[in-house]
């Protein structure tokens, strides 16, 4: 592989390409690839028709590299790529079942919001029930702000670190050759966002009983305290806006504004709540005549909060400023390097400014023999395009590094990993240290890879996946990213496939697999 060199102020630029193979011919082709994967029986030959470029141009990006496609194309284990008409192209398979029902299954109740509704149903049918034996005049308001923090507490627990990990650390254990039914299942642990939103809307609704406990209480006279009523509608509109933020929708417009509402709105509804209960026990010992102190400390809520705290403070005491190495790929794309170990198949948050925002990379390990790892960085966003143009030497980092859903790709013995631009980052994580065992197909969609990333990057996709689909799509244009996958998916007979890519891609493929019966997996808003 050829090695960067250095640039102007530390960062590093691509060197020329000196390596690119150009594919001029089906036998030159053959030859490119045959030093790169073991040698196999080759299928009956269809012909390979792809554009000759003069020998005494130099080295660019090509269409086809080392096996591409496009919608005319079709992929061939043992010989990479061959190039057929449209019409000898199969079919996909129908989807299975009726629209109405794969809309339901794949669709509104995915396993996120299964999750989600099993949470909230719970919840819905205890609150139910409470109002039905007590009445609303008779709820005590203690009993109301434990059950909200239990939700709170729920909701906190299940986004930390090391929960998380420990999660997809269980996943893992189930062996390669368990039941495909029970592994397709236990890969889905990446959905488990659903919990959090689920425990935080239930939250939410049982602070809603709170504040009118609260209210009726104070307009009957048994509570006289104006401080705590306003401490609670303070509350309450909180957490309303935090739920409002966290909108899907309102999210992904507003992000910054989510990230902010959902951190300092979080904070400041906590720092609340503590008070909250403060000015509620002073009111129950103003009635019975005990101390605020005794009667606190045996409020279930103290101790939910007490947990609370200690959680938001958490991820904070490993807050650490790393050193990082830009090598600036291109306009597009930049990459990190950094020389800190981290845990394989993981993702790490950076940022410039603690307090404000955060954004998570998916991390791979350095060549063998050396140490730390990168990260790549692809123009996107506002705060990506401004690092992108001028990346820093030092970025804060908080927490632990955490696994992703690409991770879970190793408990099947057979997959296809289909990116798109710089999701090759996350996929490049796991291609490095997936089982030994495994076989894996790689599709890279991406506008001229080698450009855009660099001649060093794309010779590393083929020396830990030498037979991998890199898609150039200024020259051919957007593939038929379903049909590829599902063609590739029969051909190596895969148990599963995984997408990394944009939301409305990975929703299109995972789609198009899961209404096939195809087991298939990729990044939600909240995994």
Known sequence: MSEPKNGRNG????????????LETASEFSRNESSLRPKRSLSPPVELKL??????????????????????????????????????????????????????????????????????????IALITVLVKMGLHKLPATDMATASSANFLVAILIRQDYIANLLYQTAWLVPRNAPLRLRRLVAKVYEHGGV???????????????????TDDFARREIRSAALLTITYLIQVQLILIVVFAYPTLRSKK?????????FGGW???????????????????????TTGSIIFKQPTFWFLIIITFHIIL??????????????????????????????????????????????????????????????????????????????????????????????????????????????GPTMSFLIDRPTDQTCRLIWSTTTPVKTFGQTLNDWVLEVNPNAVIINTRETGRPDLVRMTYELYRECNAEAVFVISNPKLTRKLVYGMESRGIPAYGPIWDS
Not at 11 to 22: D, I, K, M, T, Y
Request: charged share 20%.
């Open 315 to 424: 991820p904070w005491l490993r807050l650490r400023q790393w050193e990082f190495v830009p090598e600036v790929l291109s306009d597009h794309a930049l990459r990190l390097h950094f020389s800190h170990r981290v845990p394989q198949f993981s993702g790490l948050a950076i940022s410039e400014s603690p307090l404000l925002e955060w954004h998570q990379f998916a991390t791979f390990p350095a060549p063998q023999g050396q140490i730390g790892g990168s990260m790549i960085i692809s123009a996107a966003g506002d705060w990506t395009n401004r690092t992108v143009r001028n990346p820093k030497r030092k970025y804060w980092v908080k927490g632990l590094p955490k696994f992703g859903v690409l991770s879970m790709a190793s408990i099947f013995q057979r997959v296809v990993v289909v990116t798109t631009g710089s999701g090759i």
């Open 196 to 214: 959090h939103s689920g425990a935080a809307i239930s939250g939410t609704m049982w602070f809603i009983l709170t504040t009118v406990t609260i």
């Open 51 to 124: 554009d000759i470029s003069d020998k005494d141009t130099p080295p660019k990006d090509e269409g086809v590299s080392p096996s591409t496609a496009s919608y005319s194309t079709k992929l061939d284990l043992e010989r990479g790529l061959q190039v057929q008409s449209a019409d000898q192209t199969p079919p996909l398979p129908a989807k299975r079942q009726s629209k109405f029902v794969r809309g339901i299954r794949h669709t509104y109740l995915t396993v996120y919001r299964r999750l989600f509704s099993i949470v909230f149903l719970l919840n819905l």
């Open 255 to 263: 992000h910054n504004a989510f990230e902010l509402m959902h951190r």
């Open 268 to 290: 400041l509804t906590v720092e609340l709540f503590w008070v909250e209960l403060i000015f509620l026990c002073r009111a129950i010992g103003g009635d019975t005549g005990a």
């Open 11 to 22: 960062v590093l630029e691509n060197g020329p390409h000196e390596n690119w193979r150009n």
